[in-house]
């Protein structure tokens, strides 16, 4: 039992470790739930996130954010945030309508479907597989030996944040996620990277560039300071590109985009 109950706290800490390493690049798991996870297992809590200072061409980002934003957590993933969108809304039993809404019948691309952010990594990169493939080792390695921590090693080289899937190269997308801005016409938006976390690059770390998309868009298909505050929509042509930025790293762009912000909930 006691070697049972220390195999199970040496897989709790390397999903610890994993989770550590991929917010270290700014995955798309919250802060909170990592510093609550590191808690348990009594690792050290991971800090709060420092604010980045964007830059100046970003002037914009000092205003202060449209109501719509209340109740959101800064790391917050799609799904969470239009649940809590969907809850705000239903409690005020209001229906919007938005010109710029995406929607299958509006869609520029409309035989395309949605792609998720981990079609974007290729298959047998992601943590939970790396995690898969090495825990029958884990079991059979006692804790805090010499050798589970050169298998924490290697099973750390394996992750690999700009590992992109080559197949996506020419494909057209239609990708939902949240907008951290670089350029700006006047009050438009006309590049940015799209990001699977509400804040991420901006209130909480980058994520890796596997998970983060260069889009630039002519200014009828930009979008608002208001829109880019929340939950936008891109559609276009993805492209396998290796990309920096004053914000983060990208391993993907979208060309021919147009964008919106999303209400598909």
């Known amino acids: 039992m006691q070697r049972t109950a220390r195999h199970t706290g040496s897989r709790t800490a390397v999903l610890v470790l994993l989770a550590l390493m ?66 705000q809304k239903d409690s005020a039993a209001a229906e919007t309508t938005t010109a710029n809404t995406a929607g299958p019948e509006q869609s520029e691309f409309p035989e395309i479907e949605w792609t998720e952010w981990n079609d974007l990594i290729p298959a047998g990169a992601s943590g939970a597989e790396i995690m898969a493939r090495f825990e029958e080792r884990l079991d059979a390695i006692e804790p805090g030996s010499e050798e589970i921590d050169a298998l924490y090693a290697e099973m750390q080289a394996e992750y690999d944040p700009e ?28 590049e940015f990277l799209l990001v699977p976390t509400f804040g991420a690059c901006i209130h909480v770390p980058p994520p890796p560039p596997n998970q983060t998309v260069m889009v630039t868009v002519d200014r009828d298909n930009g979008l608002t300071v208001d829109e880019s505050w929340g939950a936008v929509w891109v559609e276009g042509t993805m492209v396998v590109e290796s990309g920096s930025s004053d914000l983060g790293a990208t391993s993907y762009r979208i060309t021919d985009a147009t964008s919106g912000a999303y209400t598909d909930f």
């Open 163 to 190: 590992a992109v899937d080559p197949a996506l190269a020419g494909k057209k997308v239609r990708l939902a996620g949240f907008v951290a801005p670089l350029t700006y016409d006047d009050d438009v938006v006309t």
């Open 22 to 87: 991929t917010t270290a690049c700014g995955a798309v798991v919250r802060v909170s739930e990592q510093r609550e996870a590191a808690v348990a297992t009594g690792a050290t809590p991971v800090p709060a996130p420092l604010d980045v200072a964007a830059p100046s061409s970003a002037a914009p980002l000092d205003a202060t954010p449209p109501s719509s934003t209340a109740g959101h957590q800064y790391g917050a993933s799609l799904d969470e945030w239009t649940e809590t969108e969907q809850q």
